[in-house]
């Protein structure tokens, strides 16, 4: 790659990777917790529920491309003790790497929240997250631009004043509203705020500013399930995240096909655009309550010069069961 490319390739990359120093999925709607605590527990048709998501995005341009991961789990509590509400509690694992000197992340969180029916046709949750970041870098695999004239070669002297790993700990909390109109058809909204306390990250021995502070991220979503005929869940998603001066803006819609009849066996089709960035079509299949779903980023920025449109891939499993036999369903269900 010549080096007018190259400075264009990081140009590009710079403009398409605005979260790249913040966790980042194309099916957001696979990792609730994520996005907002509110939705720990918000699975009324099930006592508890298991996830987990692998991304790998631009294997074909970078030598050590972005790999992110996530486990998570939550379950309902006290539903047979509240009347009209429950509680859910839940944890998340996720590990960010990427980058020649192997920056890591790791993050755990816990997270609670309460749900209230309102009425017998709306439902109102809060929750509250919790956890330690923790980032890693391999000192020894970076190079300043710090020239020895006698060795006649860039020196490490620098690494002196960088530490290995940072930690802190992260706070975020959340609203959600959910509306159900029928057994068919039901809409919701929910928005959070991360890093609320404001942390600080850095990897300087003596920090000498306050501009590593972690800026405050805010997450919008909206979505809708609809019920066609005991044959389709189309399943339409809007999801705008706010850091510092930057947005991510993404949408498209899922479409779930009843195979089987009881719905034991569901084909699930997806396409989703991340605005000025990708086209993400989805595939997946669903037997009895366990979900695989793959994407695909295919980048449509000024960086698919450079990785002929190859974003990378995301994969997801999930499983949602119960551990009792009557398991109370509060509010309508959208399940075949």
Request: overall charge neutral; charged content about 15%; aromatic content about 14%.
């Amino acid at each position: 790659m010549s080096i007018i490319k190259y400075i264009l390739f990081l140009f590009a990359l710079s403009n398409s990777a605005t979260f790249a120093q913040q966790l980042h999925f194309s099916q957001y709607f696979n990792v609730p917790l994520l996005i907002n605590p509110a939705n720990t527990g918000f699975n009324p048709d099930y006592d508890y529920r298991l996830g987990g998501t692998y991304r790998n995005q631009w294997s074909n341009v970078m030598t050590n491309p972005y790999k992110t991961m996530s486990l998570w789990g939550d379950a309902q509590l006290f539903t047979e003790r509240i009347e009209s509400g429950w509680a859910g509690i839940g944890g998340t694992l996720y590990k960010d790497q990427a980058g020649s000197g192997n920056l890591t992340s790791t993050q755990g969180y816990l997270s609670v929240a309460y749900h209230q029916m309102l009425g017998n046709s709306s439902l109102l949750s809060l929750g509250f997250s919790g956890g330690i970041v923790s980032n890693q870098i391999d000192v020894s695999k970076l190079v300043f631009d710090n020239w020895d004239y006698n060795s006649q070669s860039f020196s490490n002297n620098n690494l002196n004043h960088i530490n290995s790993n940072s930690s802190h700990v992260d706070l975020q909390v959340g609203i959600n509203y959910a509306l159900f109109v029928s057994n068919t058809s039901y809409y919701n909204i929910g928005i959070s705020t991360m890093h609320i306390n404001k942390p600080k990250e850095n990897f300087l021995v003596t920090p000498n500013s306050d501009n590593q502070t972690v800026p405050v991220r805010t997450n919008l979503f909206l979505n809708a399930n609809f019920k066609i005929e005991d044959l389709w869940i189309l399943n339409p998603n809007f999801y705008i995240s706010n850091s510092a001066d930057r947005n991510e803006i993404l949408f498209g819609m899922n479409a779930n096909r009843n195979l089987s009849g009881d719905g034991i066996k569901q084909l699930i089709f997806g396409l989703y655009y991340r605005s000025n960035d990708a086209l993400i079509p989805m595939l997946g299949y669903q037997l009895n309550d366990t979900k695989v779903t793959i994407s695909y980023d295919v980048t449509t920025s000024a960086l698919g010069v450079f990785n002929n449109g190859r974003g990378g891939y995301e994969l997801t499993i999930t499983k949602n069961s119960s551990y009792k036999k009557d398991h109370p369903i509060k509010c309508p269900s959208m399940k075949f």
